[in-house]
């Protein structure tokens, strides 16, 4: 079984500055690793995926993140974070059926 | 990837009644999934619904409170049985693309956010 980890409840950061929104995961098998995105009262949105090859992964809005397999580790990063992003963020982890996702990371972004 | 059509987006139930969520997808796929986002928190897997089968239920969960229906490979329902206020939440419904490199993936319905009175 697969097992998420958000390290952090809330990360309040000031507008402009780089923000990093950390995950671990958990698994006796080869995984799939995706991270999403709720703005207040909206669905969920897919920032990136980790499926294969390059560890370090681009997604929209600016997004990136890296897979670290011997820190089992996921970790979300933007250089820059703008008003907008202010939402809630989820890492999830699948061993290629089930999506287990983690508690959540809500972003606050000051002005 | 495959779009979910997800019925209804919101309600207001009397406790004590069911409330049956409806979840069309424009493909086939293989695989479906039922998951509760309580109030502020995140989201809870509750079953896989297996097409032909008895749906697979995480622990927590039970078929005589969330009996899921899956006759073919576009479509799933998940009824809310006998309902009280701790079940006032968003469900949502999944669904796997197993396509090939960049198109695997999971697709969301939009929600159905239930309010028991």
């Known amino acids: 079984a697969q097992s ?3 390290l952090d409840s809330q990360v309040p950061v000031f507008e402009e500055a780089p923000v990093e929104l950390r995950c671990n995961y958990s ?5 799939y690793l995706f ?3 709720q703005y207040p009262n909206q669905g969920l949105q897919l920032l990136l995926k980790y499926l294969s090859g390059s560890t370090l992964v681009k997604g929209i809005n600016g997004f990136e993140a890296e897979f670290n397999k011997s ?3 996921f970790h979300l990063r933007k250089p820059s974070v703008h008003i907008s992003d202010t939402a809630e963020y989820f890492c999830a982890v699948t061993g290629a059926q089930k999506l287990v996702f983690g508690q959540g990371t809500r972003l606050t972004i000051n002005p | 990837s495959a779009v979910i059509s997800q019925k209804p987006s919101r309600d ?7 409330l049956t969520i409806q979840c069309q ?13 309580q109030p502020g ?7 896989t619904a297996n097409q032909g089968s008895e749906a697979t239920y995480e622990s927590g969960f039970v078929i005589d409170k969330f009996p899921i229906s ?10 809310v049985s006998n309902m009280s206020p701790e079940d006032s939440s968003i469900y949502l419904c999944s669904a796997l693309n197993r396509g090939r490199g960049a198109n695997y993936g999971y697709t969301f319905g939009s929600g159905t956010r239930l309010t028991v009175v």
């Open chain 1, 27 to 31: 698994s006796s098998v080869s995984v």
């Open chain 2, 70 to 79: 899956r006759p073919n490979l576009t479509f799933s329902t998940l009824t």
């Open chain 2, 25 to 37: 997808v424009d493909s086939q796929v293989t695989m479906m999934f039922w998951y509760r986002q």
């Open chain 1, 35 to 37: 991270w999403y995105v």
């Open chain 2, 12 to 18: 207001i139930c009397q406790r004590g009644t069911s």
């Open chain 1, 4 to 6: 998420v980890t958000q």
């Open chain 2, 41 to 47: 928190q995140s989201l809870t897997l509750i079953a």
């Open chain 1, 71 to 73: 820190q089992t580790s």
